[in-house]
């Protein structure tokens, strides 16, 4: 009977974290390269009150057993990178990426991080930087005094601009992906940092091995659905309420045995 209560409550548990991370998801639902994740659940340790296949008269054996469940528990999150729809940006450091690979950028530590966010700006001294003041790790400096609107982005991420009538090659932009990309770990700003599940970073120009290409003055928006993220915080909240009733089921019946030996 108090198992009951415990796989219950191991069942709350799991709604609550399958919410938080649905509300994550309808937080981020207009926020630039935003992945939405997906909580995987695991069912806990049985009891075997009876092993299947076990001898239960002589020369008989159980065709089936009887094992009791404890619950559930939340195995990760998984990332799904699902490409999320390109908008048009009149910004000519903006730029999307059109298939596989991240964006990277410095820290201040020096350490690299990984984004599919390409709202990028010109800093103060001519770099390309991120929304938070992080460079792009491909060291690409815009000369002083130059019109921005003449930045060119190539779908092969070679970046140029005009100067004086003549167009001057600035860098190459280069695209970076991970064995595992589920693995990398968040960090918040729309960055991710590798770790030992995700794979050392492989690196490539665009449309080269795999990569997407790069699509300037355009922004990737978030793959979230909105109605898809719905239906799965009702489903939450009725497998979170029916948990409760059973709690209740189990209270109630507790309460009419303790009623009987009085």
Same mark, same amino acid.
């Given at each position: 009977?108090?198992?009951?209560?415990?796989?219950?409550?191991?069942?709350?548990?799991?709604?609550?974290?399958?919410?938080?991370?649905?509300?994550?998801?309808?937080?981020?639902?207009?926020?630039?390269?935003?992945?939405?994740?997906?909580?995987?659940?695991?069912?806990?340790?049985?009891?075997?009150?009876?092993?299947?296949?076990?001898?239960?008269?002589?020369?008989?054996?159980?065709?089936?057993?009887?094992?009791?469940?404890?619950?559930?528990?939340?195995?990760? %999150?998984?990332?799904?990178?699902?490409?999320?729809?390109?908008?048009?940006?009149?910004?000519?450091?903006?730029?999307?990426?059109?298939?596989?690979?991240?964006?990277?950028?410095?820290?201040?530590?020096?350490?690299?991080?990984?984004?599919?966010?390409?709202?990028?700006?010109?800093?103060?001294?001519?770099?390309?930087?991120?929304?938070?003041?992080?460079?792009?790790?491909?060291?690409?400096?815009?000369?002083?005094?130059?019109?921005?609107?003449?930045?060119?982005?190539?779908?092969?991420?070679?970046?140029?601009?005009?100067?004086?009538?003549?167009?001057?090659?600035?860098?190459?932009?280069?695209?970076?992906?991970?064995?595992?990309?589920?693995?990398?770990?968040?960090?918040?700003?729309?960055?991710?940092?590798? %770790?030992?599940?995700?794979?050392?970073?492989?690196?490539?120009?665009?449309?080269?091995?795999?990569?997407?290409?790069?699509?300037?003055?355009?922004?990737?928006?978030?793959?979230?659905?909105?109605?898809?993220?719905?239906?799965?915080?009702?489903?939450?909240?009725?497998?979170?309420?029916? #948990?409760?009733?059973?709690?209740?089921?189990?209270?109630?019946?507790?309460? #009419?045995?303790?009623?009987?030996?009085?």
């Amino acid at each position: 009977m108090l198992r009951a209560f415990f796989s219950s409550a191991s069942g709350m548990r799991a709604q609550e974290t399958l919410i938080d991370v649905t509300a994550n998801n309808l937080a981020n639902v207009n926020t630039n390269g935003f992945k939405r994740h997906h909580v995987d659940f695991a069912d806990l340790i049985y009891a075997n009150s009876r092993q299947a296949g076990g001898e239960v008269a002589q020369g008989q054996e159980s065709p089936v057993g009887l094992q009791i469940g404890s619950g559930v528990r939340a195995v990760g %999150t998984t990332k799904i990178y699902a490409p999320g729809s390109i908008n048009e940006s009149r910004t000519p450091t903006h730029a999307a990426i059109e298939g596989q690979g991240f964006f990277q950028v410095t820290r201040p530590d020096g350490t690299f991080a990984y984004t599919r966010d390409g709202a990028f700006h010109v800093s103060s001294e001519g770099e390309i930087v991120t929304g938070d003041g992080l460079p792009l790790s491909d060291n690409i400096v815009v000369p002083p005094q130059t019109s921005l609107e003449s930045l060119t982005i190539g779908t092969d991420g070679t970046v140029s601009i005009i100067v004086d009538g003549e167009a001057q090659q600035l860098g190459q932009i280069q695209l970076h992906q991970f064995m595992n990309p589920v693995g990398l770990e968040n960090i918040g700003g729309n960055l991710l940092i590798e %770790t030992p599940a995700s794979g050392e970073v492989l690196s490539g120009n665009p449309g080269v091995d795999g990569l997407g290409r790069i699509r300037q003055r355009a922004l990737e928006g978030s793959n979230v659905e909105v109605v898809g993220e719905l239906v799965s915080l009702i489903s939450a909240q009725r497998a979170y309420e029916i #948990n409760s009733r059973a709690i209740r089921a189990g209270d109630e019946m507790l309460s #009419n045995t303790a009623q009987i030996v009085r």
